[in-house]
T-cell receptor, first 114, second 113 residues
């Protein structure tokens, strides 16, 4: 199993450009999450999904959109990138319905917006 | 809103010492609590998951305890090694749809040979 993978690993954007970050998991997990990690702010939840075709807002959703068209993929979109979105983005997934199931994280995408 | 505090923020110890990392959270109505390790420039690796009905969980040299009523969790590392050097993150699970994690700022640990 590859676990949770993220594409791309690094990206540099100019202000106003758009891009999509892809998260894929091969563990047949129901729940998927997008977090951002910033120095001094820790990890914060952007959006999450509790199943294919569903999405919900997390703590810091503004400026981002997400889609979960396939169970194994969770896409994070930036329609018009801003310097404040410079961050490291992490995707995570887990099974639903069982208290013992941990959240598993991907390796991250480092995004710089100039 | 859940707030998570980890103390100390940084710790430097000689190899072989036993360590205690502390985590406190403001909302005791949590579902589970998970401890992670993060190496510089890397993702998060899950270390231990404590269910809300449990008081502690053990894995090798790691032992994590949970006291929901007081909003505290402790990660104990026995016989520390240089390979334990990393940032340790505590994350209680929300007791809501999606069981969202709220992260503390982490404890940055350095174990010197």
């Amino acid at each position: 199993n590859a676990g949770v993978t993220q594409t791309p690993k690094f990206r540099v954007l100019k202000t106003g450009q758009s891009m999509t970050l892809l998260c894929a998991q091969d563990m047949n997990h129901e729940y998927m999450y997008w977090y951002r990690q910033d120095p001094g702010m820790g990890l914060r939840l952007i959006h999450y999904s509790v199943g294919e075709g569903t999405t919900a807002k997390g703590e810091v959703p503004d400026g981002y959109n997400v889609s979960r068209l396939k169970k194994q993929n969770f896409l994070l979109g930036l329609e018009s990138a801003a310097p404040s979105q410079t961050s490291v983005y992490f995707c995570a997934s887990r099974e639903s319905g069982r208290a013992r199931n941990e959240q598993f994280f991907g390796p991250g995408t480092r995004l710089t917006v100039l | 809103k859940q707030e998570v505090t980890q103390i100390p923020a940084a710790l430097s110890v000689p190899e072989g010492e036993n360590l205690v990392l502390n985590c406190s959270f403001t909302d005791s109505a949590i579902y589970n609590l998970q401890w992670f390790r993060q190496d510089p420039g890397k993702g998060l690796t899950s270390l231990l998951l404590i269910q809300s009905s449990q008081r502690e969980q053990t894995s090798g040299r790691l032992n994590a305890s949970l006291d929901k009523s007081s909003g505290r969790s402790t990660l104990y590392i026995a016989a520390s090694q240089p390979g334990d050097s990393a940032t340790y993150l505590c994350a209680p699970w929300g007791n809501n749809a999606g069981n969202m994690l709220t992260f503390g700022g982490g404890t940055r640990l350095m174990v010197k040979p």
